[in-house]
């Protein structure tokens, strides 16, 4: 009735904000988690922060090296007791209801394999959020442009990946989010998000996402994922015109007309192969000429 969650955390040099992190999922209503910390050979306090709380729910694991949060990810899930497994950055803040609220929805859908909910953003390089779409066929479709949900926010069905053999892959730098729900797609399964905010995403200068070096990477690993995507519907020949139409979409300055014209190309490939998604790529279409998407 009450299925135990395995609540992850990869955690480096954050003695400023991890206890915001920690802090909110110690005060979920839904109670029934075990909270794996896995603290990356932080050289400030990070450790000692940590260590202060006494709730026997966590289960620290001190790195001896740094070994980068992929590699976290992908351990944390072999060692995961839950039925669940939710991820929240250590910058980032859950909302007391995100818990049980992920866990009724998880529980009355049981052909969901991976839940994220839609996200506040906030922080000293504040910008708009990009998680907009929640039904599973909106995600599947926008998954072929950018990156829809918001890692901090996930909660996975443990069982769907066993089975299918999917784990973070530890290749993948940054963008490692993107791959798994990739990996999750392509062995068929569906991906949806709560319309509700849960999470609160915290936007500085110190995170991955906004430091030049991991920048590059993450541009780099999250264009190979949607090449592979792409691969399945567009032609390996027309391939790189396509994704050049679509590269910069939509977290940086970008041609909405090369976009929207990006868009009808994939529906109408999709259909002919027995995907109609003309409905959802129109609202998209329709999304971007009314300036959803602000960077």
């Known amino acids: 009735m009450f299925p135990l969650i395995s609540v992850v955390m990869s955690t480096y040099n954050r003695a400023k904000i991890v206890s915001d992190a920690i802090e909110s999922i110690l005060a979920q ?23 202060k709380y006494s709730d026997k729910r966590i289960r620290l694991f001190n790195n001896k090296k740094n070994c980068g949060c992929t590699f976290n990810y992908h351990t944390a899930q072999n060692i995961a007791k839950g039925k669940y497994i939710a991820h929240i950055d250590d910058d980032d803040i859950s909302y007391p209801k995100r818990f049980e609220k992920q866990i009724k929805y998880m529980e009355e859908n049981t052909q969901i394999a991976l839940l994220g909910t839609f996200i506040e953003t906030f922080g000293e390089n504040k910008r708009p959020s990009w998680v907009f779409y929640k039904e599973p066929k909106e995600i599947y479709f926008a998954m072929h442009l950018y990156n829809p949900i918001c890692h901090s926010s996930i909660m996975y069905r443990k069982s769907f990946l066993e089975k299918h053999a999917i784990n973070y892959d530890i290749t993948k730098r940054c963008s490692q989010d993107y791959d798994l729900y990739k990996q999750i797609i392509l062995q068929g399964g569906i991906i949806a998000n709560l319309d509700e905010i849960l999470v609160k995403y915290r936007m500085h200068k110190n995170r991955l996402t906004d430091i030049k070096e991991t920048q590059d990477i993450q541009i780099l690993n999250a264009e190979q994922v949607k090449k592979e995507l792409l691969t399945r519907f567009i032609d390996t020949a027309e391939l790189e015109n396509y994704n050049n139409l679509i590269k910069d979409f939509p977290f940086n300055d970008y041609n909405k007309e090369q976009v929207v014209k990006a868009i009808r190309i994939l529906s109408t490939t999709m259909k002919s192969r027995g995907y109609d998604y003309t409905k959802i790529s129109e609202k998209i279409i329709t999304d971007i000429q009314n300036n959803l998407f602000k960077f």
Not at 39 to 45: A, G, P, R
């Open 29 to 51: 209503t839904y109670e029934n988690f075990e909270f794996i910390i896995i603290n990356d050979n932080s050289n400030d306090n990070t450790k000692d922060i940590i260590q």
